[in-house]
């Protein structure tokens, strides 16, 4: 648990220094421009750490369940090998899909006005400024959303039934309510950060949306990983 709340420190760090000192900059001078490499650079390595947010979420949520669930093969069944290899697929998931939802966003003609309305360069608010048809994009969108998002969601929930009903069946109330309080910091982590990226990412391109996006992104990126080591210190 501690080496994957030190990744998790590492992600959520890289995450916010991707896009708020461009924000900034941004905020004090509404004309900055951003080229279109350190655009395609920003979105690439943003979508990165995103999806490895989402899958070592998910690896985490696996974590948890070996420990209550089978406490005494915990060190066997998630050993430091072990951890590696979780982690090596992590990022290799990870690169894979930034780079789909990269070459395939940026391979669009962009006729310009090249004004971006959001304040980094996130793949909802690109392509709006494509001047070809972007269908098939909200659709690549949706299915890789469906893979990066709803899978590992769905793990993390299959997880905390399994965790939740080997909980209901500890005896003591001292021992459930302890095994609930190491699950609850997780809990809230996930919803936080989950909740606003399914909306940005699986919604159809119709319901764009930038006021709203820029909010909903401001909270997944700034506020999540801000909130992260608060909820896991208490």
Known sequence: QFHLLSILSLVDMS?????????????????????????????????????????????MAYDRYLAICFPLHYTLRMSHAVC?????????ISIAGALIYTVFTMRLPYCGPHKINHFFCEVPAVLKLACADPSFNDRLDFILGFILL?????????????????????????????SFSTCASHVTVVTMFYGPAIIMYMRPGSWYDPERDKKLALFYNVVSAFLNPVVYGV
Not at 16 to 44: D, E, H, K, R, Y
Not at 84 to 92: A, G, H
Request: glycine share 4%; charged share 10%.
């Open 15 to 59: 995450y916010v220094t991707t896009t708020v000192p461009q924000m900034l900059v941004n905020m004090v001078c509404p004309s900055t421009t951003i080229s279109w490499g350190a655009c395609v650079a920003q979105m690439f390595i943003f979508l990165v750490l995103g999806i490895a947010e989402c899958v070592l979420y998910a690896i």
């Open 84 to 92: 590696i290899k979780m982690l090596t697929v992590c990022w290799s």
């Open 150 to 178: 709803l899978v590992p969601l769905f793990l993390i929930l299959a997880s905390y039934v399994r965790i939740f009903a080997s909980i209901l069946r500890i005896r003591s109330t001292q021992g459930r309510l302890k």
